[in-house]
């Protein structure tokens, strides 16, 4: 079984932090990918990486940047928080197959509350 | 970024009924997938379809992959009270690194004993 692991399950910070979340995968995956998902939004991509040290830009990457140093660590970075970055954050993982990429699995969220 | 429809927000059912949800796309997607999130966790793959027409099963859930490509379906039989949470549908038409999914805003299915 896939297990995508996020270091935290509840995370509280103050307003101006550098805040670190940490997501690891044990299926040598090559694509990670964070979301936040809040109420009446969706899941909305954040930032993704289909390799060790690449990463594009998803749908909403103001105020947060990402880091892929080994392939199985993929970790969302916010530099200054603030109160509208409050969410569940979801980090997820997928391999490349022939025509395609494999479906996404993903960890179990970190709900993260900017104070 | 672009959403994919899924309607209504809300559903309420009795024990032991059946439920249908889909979803639609003014996109065309290579592959379907439906997720089901629990209260407090991250969501979990329920069903994959790659393949227009395909019909997949697993357990009490049957999803199809619509001909037009622009739509799924997911059906819940006989359903239970752990069927509970939100159930996500997600689209993608990868090439290479274009490898993005597109997700509804899902669905919370709410079953009364």
């Known amino acids: 079984d896939v297990k995508v692991t996020q270091s935290s399950r509840y995370l509280v910070k103050r307003t101006g932090e550098k805040v670190f979340l940490e997501c690891v995968q044990d299926?040598?995956?090559?694509?990670m990918f964070w979301y936040r998902q809040d109420p009446g939004l969706g899941l909305r991509l954040i930032y993704f990486?289909?390799?060790?040290?690449?990463?594009e830009k998803g749908d909403i990457p103001e105020g947060y940047s990402v880091s892929r140093e080994k392939k199985e660590r993929f970790s969302l970075i916010l530099e200054s928080a603030s109160t509208n970055q409050t969410s569940m954050y979801l980090c997820?993982?997928?391999?490349?197959?022939?025509?395609?990429?494999?479906?996404?699995?993903f960890g179990d969220g970190t709900r993260l509350s900017i104070l | 970024g672009q959403q994919l429809n899924q309607s209504p927000q809300s559903m309420f059912i009795q024990e032991g009924e059946d439920v249908s949800m889909n979803c639609t796309s003014s996109?065309?997607?290579?592959?379907w997938l439906w997720y089901k999130q629990d209260p407090g966790e991250g969501p979990v793959l329920l069903i994959a379809?790659?393949?227009?027409?395909e019909l997949t099963s697993n357990g009490r859930l049957t999803a199809q992959f619509g001909i037009t490509r622009k739509d799924s379906f997911l059906n819940i039989s006989a359903s239970i009270p752990s069927d509970v949470g939100i159930y996500f549908c997600?689209?993608?038409?990868?090439?290479?690194?274009?490898?993005?999914?597109?997700f509804g805003k899902g669905i919370t299915l709410s079953v009364r004993p």
């Open positions: 379809l790659y393949k227009a027409g």
């Open positions: 299926m040598d995956h090559e694509n």
């Open positions: 990486s289909y390799d060790v040290k690449m990463k």
């Open positions: 997600a689209g993608q038409f990868s090439t290479g690194a274009n490898s993005k999914l597109t």
């Open positions: 996109s065309i997607f290579n592959t």
């Open positions: 997820a993982s997928s391999f490349w197959r022939i025509y395609n990429q494999s479906p996404q699995h």
